[in-house]
């Protein structure tokens, strides 16, 4: 669990970035942000889906910002992401001038996990959501496991960033519903960790949403360095119609189901969110910029060349596909937290420092 210590340090970079006094909540529409430094939290390592969808938006929200403001981006991958959730319900100023992207993995763990986690997505200023991503389940090149039946039947290491991170509770989930034999080694430091482990043979394989591999490492689908194994959601990428859904997998109800809630919170991916308590006029200001940019020309000219698939949804749709998430029946949650518990992520190792 990520330490509040952490959650100070993110407020002291906050406090350096945001060195002006706060506009008062009547200010004139965009006179709050004229001239001012914006941050943007990155629950994300540098180079990751999070990261690459975070600096794009950022890059041209500000032509649709009034004011003319200048955004500050601020990485912070520890623990899957969950310090940004912490510091945007306990820390940010409430006043528009700090917003943050995320990966969904830590929006669903006050449901999975018995432990205060300090926040409530329920009360974030959502502002929208970049897409609508089904994940897809991978082993390397020259891996056993090749099909969604190998990893029924062969145990492997996946990779994962924090224990919380999509990556660690998306193959947990997937070993209760569809008895896969998923063993998740998590603490990588961002996505480009997981990689890089993947590279080198530490782990075999991940969960991972299709974006990611797309701006990642644009050459491992085309050029074969990659099994695809199936892919989880409510419905199939369209890119890939004859990969399995994992829920074509599923033998029971009870399995089904779970795979559902799994595909609802896949609905909600690379979100962006203000604070809660947001004056209203700044929220409607903000959730205005960000429907014109994902719609700027740009923006997607821009999204297509960094392979980044776009599919977006405005802040109250987000808002709701959240409220129906934490919606979800108590059976239903008693088997995603039973998965949770018994197949808990392990940590990486950590490299011994060599003596002198």
């Not at 926040?119 to 991503?133: C, E, P, Q």
């Not at 089904?134 to 099909?147: D, I, Q």
Request: aromatic fraction near 6%; hydrophobic fraction near 40%; charge should be positive.
């Amino acid at each position: 669990m990520t330490t509040f210590h952490s959650i100070r340090a993110v407020a002291a970079v906050l406090a350096a970035a945001l060195v002006f006094p706060a506009a008062g909540a009547g200010a004139a529409d965009g006179d709050f942000l004229k001239g001012k430094k914006v941050s943007l939290l990155i629950g994300g390592g540098s180079g990751g889906g999070v990261d690459v969808s975070g600096r794009l938006f950022a890059r041209h929200v500000v032509r649709h910002l009034p004011g003319a403001p200048t955004i500050v981006a601020q990485n912070h991958p520890a623990g899957g992401g969950i310090i940004v959730y912490q510091t945007l319900a306990n820390v940010a100023p409430r006043d528009g001038t700090t917003f943050a992207t995320f990966a969904a993995g830590p929006l669903t763990l006050p449901l999975l996990r018995d432990q205060n986690v300090n926040y409530d997505v329920r009360k974030f200023t959502w502002l929208g959501r970049m897409s609508d991503d089904a994940n897809a389940c991978h082993t390397m090149a020259g891996s056993k496991v090749r099909t969604v039946e190998d990893a029924q039947k062969i145990a492997i290491n996946v990779g994962a960033t924090g224990v919380t991170a999509r990556t660690a509770t998306v193959p947990l989930m997937l070993n209760a519903a569809i008895g896969t034999q998923f063993h998740v080694i998590a603490g990588y430091k961002g996505s480009e960790g997981v990689l890089l482990a993947l590279e080198r043979g530490e782990v075999e394989g991940r969960c991972v949403s299709f974006n990611s591999i797309h701006v990642t490492r644009p050459d491992w689908i085309p050029q074969k360095k990659i099994n695809l194994l199936f892919q989880t959601g409510l419905t199939k990428h369209p890119r890939y119609p004859d990969l399995p859904l994992a829920s074509e997998v599923a033998k029971t109800p009870e399995s089904r189901k779970l795979l559902e809630f799994l595909g609802q919170t896949l609905a909600v991916t690379n979100p962006f969110a203000l604070p809660p308590e947001v004056p209203p006029d700044r929220t409607a200001l903000w959730r205005k910029a960000f429907d014109d940019t994902v719609r700027d020309p740009a923006f997607l000219a821009e999204a297509k060349k960094l392979r980044l698939e776009v599919d977006p949804a405005p802040g109250p749709v987000v808002e709701r596909l959240v409220n129906e998430i934490y919606a979800t029946p108590p059976d239903i949650l008693a088997i995603a937290k039973a998965s949770m518990a018994k197949g808990k992520a392990k940590k990486k190792a950590k490299k011994k420092k060599k003596e002198n």
